[in-house]
């Protein structure tokens, strides 16, 4: 990048920034699938350092520099901070961690800069005397007529100490400067917390000073030659090191200035020195937008992890309904339904009594037909209407039932569907009403059936074998051969129970003809199939809503990568 | 959890007491299997391995570690312990990288070393009544540089470390990694744990105080209940004599080793008991009853109870109807023997035959509906829920997984087995006899009326001069005879029906009462006692677990 000579690529490029900051604010990674915890911690992690540093920078360019002073608790910052600014700003002390809310130290002539919230949006800002009490969530403003107009020093908390929130602060506000002064010790120096961020500062080409501080005057030579070779292997060989020796603190608390005098010197230098200054802004800018490739690339991956969670979810769901749907659609076709009580009914309509069993059917019709005649009303068929409903509903029940289980078995089994599942514990069984919705399909199919057989027969209502079943005891006979052929396609199968139903398919030939019996039977089995698809479907739906509760976009990862590339374009 | 409070009083542990612990753990691990997380499991394995190990080992030697941070000055404190230079010790960080030993006293710990596997080994000289006698002394790599594989050997000795003296400074006391990676994971072996706050003289001694209240406090977040807290400056010597002191003491009752080892069974029992739930889910009468209910459904009982009454009904016909109907009931099928019931299986004559007959009944019970089936998945997923109810997610699934598996063809079998081996009482009723007898009597009067009509009427076609027959008033006797046997013969039969009918219901009553509870057994033996075997399993792990705890 070079500097924005144009306002108009300066505002373009904020533009782009603000864009990929919104977009990464609104990216929601709910569920805790692999890789989650990390790519929130990025978002976090990106969106802070967009609000707290890229975006005010790219706004004022001219901005004084920001200067944190960061590292190990115990380093002594607060000492350091103080005798750079010659007067006790920021409390220092012997309990760890000292300094919980972040110290700001500006000129006078800065302070417009910082007292609204164009950097570090997320701290409240405080002024006067501190009284105390710190809160880690503002961050106190000191002016200091001591320090160079477009030069501000930030105290920060510390990176490693056991107190959680000093630890992020300080690494957020490390991240929001344009400057690092890190510190560290004789006896830190090779500690890994610190240098995990220093590698990432080496990575990004952040602009980087280390002060050596309180070391022993005997080991100086040493240990600054150590300190040298490791900053080195980190791509930092380029950064100035202060060493500071341990020394008594004057009755102030602050380091003698001859101890302080280079850092202080070379800070000073480095605020007055416009074109410096801009370097250093800038290879801070750089590295901070450079990066932005890889760490916005965690996001999206979680992203991508997040979808992939939810498509294998509603996959298990998906499959656990289809396996329902073949359940039913087997028992359909194996002939269970035409057993037991069914059966028994049937023999009952049919044929009544043991001796008459033993007749050909042709008599019982015969008899049927007299009856029919007599009483004027057809063979009471409904209790085999009732059976075979009774059937049919237990099917679908209980196929739905096992889906049910299935799926939340599936899902308990899966990180995300876990947590989904402890949110909506009534998914694991079927929905509420499903018995009466299931009795109403089931209903609905029959005189659905009733209906056909009605409009098929019109022409054959006159028939006496029409008259002698009336359109219930066909429409049941209808019913008794659509659960007994596979769709009318192989004719009547003849199954355990397959004689009833064949005895129903020969009526119901005799009545409509070979053809339209199979187009009838075949018409009312897909019907009932439809029908029991669509009530999985709403069952299905439990498990979709659940999920879709979650409000997860779908097009976050290509809002991301979209976002990404516009900063990119706009470089 | 349990008891955290009581620890502090505990009586000093024995040997025994920490083997037993370890085995107990053990059983408790293998109970559970998989119904307990993998590294939970890894945990209770690794703290009994060591238990085993170290009590096997040299219970006259303390293997107390000093670790730290880099820069702390362990090698300092090691040096200052030994007498000599046998650390190096320096400016540069980090200095030490392999662990080195020293041991106090005559006796050699040489297979202590080697289970430490530390080749690093400085003898003491024995020196007569020495208070360290006994002691094991190690230097540690820190754990806080960025030197990782130092990390990694400090965390092994820790492993197998009888006593933690941690080591660190007025800088980095508060440091994240030391509270949160190593002292509080470890703070329930408590009584282990000794901080050292070395270069306490770079500090003023107000400061120093100010900072050990501090780090105090710090450790009991942690979790350490009673931390002890040194001040020391391996430059000045201050402090070292008490820190001595303290070594010393631990060393000199030998049983640190067995502290450390409670501390860390405990630990793994404490994660094994998070693993269970304090009390188990009990299979109310309610869960039971509706599986019976749904598994009589599904033997098709009703249809064997359908087939009882009518059976009843048929052979009381047959015994007591009107002896000119009776063969009627010949024209039915027997409603027992279509279902195969009726075998006649004569009773506690050949006991192997009847095993045998046992094993190859297949009763012809109708299939039961889906609606049945449907019945008995829902009910074995009660009994499944019920339960699970209460566990942890792992024992709740093996609950379900047990219950919905036993929902199988074998149950169907079983039940099957067990309609068919129930014997359905074919007694006959002794009114039947009585009954029976009278209807004879009636028929008898019919067959005599007419014989008499007959002897009548032939010998008038002989043309013998007949007497009038005898009549009552003017009714001849014969017709009496026909007229009251037919009606009587009737109106008996019909009584006896409406009493069979009474009496098939109540047959049909005392079968189903008798079914039930055979089917109750089958529910029992195939869907209820797995899920028992479960939920004792565990029962068992909380009790092992506790036992564990002490």
Known sequence: MTTPTSQLDAERLHQAVVGLRDVLRATELPLDVRGAAEAREERDAVVNQLDDYVIPRLAAWDAPLLTVVGGSTGAGKSTLVNSIVGDVVSRAGVLRPTTSAPVLVVNPDDRPWFIDDRVLPGLARATGASDGDQDPNSVRLVEAASLTPGLAILDAPDIDSVVSRNRDLGAQLLAAADMWVFVTTAARYADAVPWDLLATAGARGTSVAVVLDRIPPAAQDEIRRHLASMLAEHRLGDAPVFVVPEVTLDPRGLLPGDRIGPLRDWLLDLASDQQRRAAVVQRTLTGALDALGERVGVVTAGVGEQSEAIAALLTEVQEAYDGAAAGVEQGMSDGTLLRGEVLARWQEYVGTSEVFRQLESALARLRDRISAALTGKPQPARPVGEALQTGAAAL???????????????????????????????????????????????????????????????????????????????????????????????????????????????????????????ALARRAREDLLERTAELYADERGRFTRAVEALGLPDDQGERLVAALDGVRRAR | MHGMGRRAEDAVPDAAGIIAAAASLRDAAAVGADRIPDDVRRQVEIAADRADERTSLSALHTVVALAGVTGGGKSSIFNAFVGGDVAETGVRRPITSQTQAAVWGSELAGDLLDWLDVPRRHRVDPVPDDPLSGLVLLDLPDFDSRVTTNRAEADRILERADLFVWVTDPQKYADAVMHDDYVAPRAAASESTVVVLNHSDTVAPDDARTIEQDLLRLLRDDGVANPRVVLTSAITGAGLDELRAIVAEVVGARHAALLRLRGDLRQAAGALERTVADVDPVLGPDARNRLTEALLGAAGVDAVLDAVEADHRRRALGRTGWVFTRWFRHLRADPLRRLRLNR???????????????????????????????????????????????????????????????????????????????????????????????????????????????????????????????????????????????????????????????????????????????????????????????IADHARVRELTRAALG
């Not at chain 1, 009833?500 to 005799?510: D, N, P, R």
């Open chain 1, 396 to 518: 679908i029940i209980a196929n739905a039932e096992a889906a049910a289980s299935t799926a939340a078995r599936r899902w308990r089994g899966h990180p995300a569907g876990e947590a989904l599942l402890a949110d909506h514990p009534e998914l694991a069984a079927p929905g509420g009403d499903l018995e009466e919705r299931v009795q109403r399909v089931v209903r609905d199919w029959q005189s659905m059936i009733f209906d056909m057989v009605r409009t098929e027969g019109k022409d054959k209502r006159s028939t006496a074998r029409f008259m002698a079943y009336g359109v219930n005891g066909i429409g049941v006979m209808l019913m008794l051969a659509t659960f007994a052929s596979t769709g009318g396609l192989t004719g009547a199968e003849v199954g355990i129970a397959g004689g009833s139903a064949a005895l129903a398919q020969k009526v119901l030939e005799a009545i409509f003809g070979d053809q339209a019996v199979r």
């Open chain 2, 344 to 534: 006649g299986r004569p009773e506690g004559t050949d006991e192997a035959r009847r095993e045998l007959e046992m094993l190859v009944a297949r009763t012809s019970l109708p299939e039961p509906t889906p609606a049945a089936r449907a019945a008995v998945d829902l009910a074995v997923r009660r009994v499944g829920e019920a339960g699970a109810e209460g566990l942890p997610s792992r024992w709740a699934d093996a609950v379900r997984d047990t219950a919905m598996a036993s929902a199988d063809d074998g149950l169907r079998d079983a039940l099957d087995r067990a309609v068919a081996a129930e014997p359905l009482g074919v007694r006959v009723p002794i009114w039947w006899r009585a009954a029976g007898v009278l209807q004879w009597v009636f028929g008898a009067l019919v067959v005599g009326g007419i014989a008499w009509y007959a002897v009548l009427a032939l010998l008038d076609l002989l043309r013998f001069d007949t007497a009038d027959v005898a009549r009552f008033d003017a009714v001849p006797y014969p017709f009496i005879m026909i007229v009251a046997g037919v009606i009587l013969g009737v109106v008996f039969a019909s009584v006896a029906r409406a009493v069979a009918g009474v009496g098939g219901r109540r047959r049909r009553r005392r079968i189903r009462r008798r079914l039930s509870d055979a089917v109750a057994r089958v529910g029992q033996a195939h869907v209820i006692a797995p899920v028992e075997a479960v």
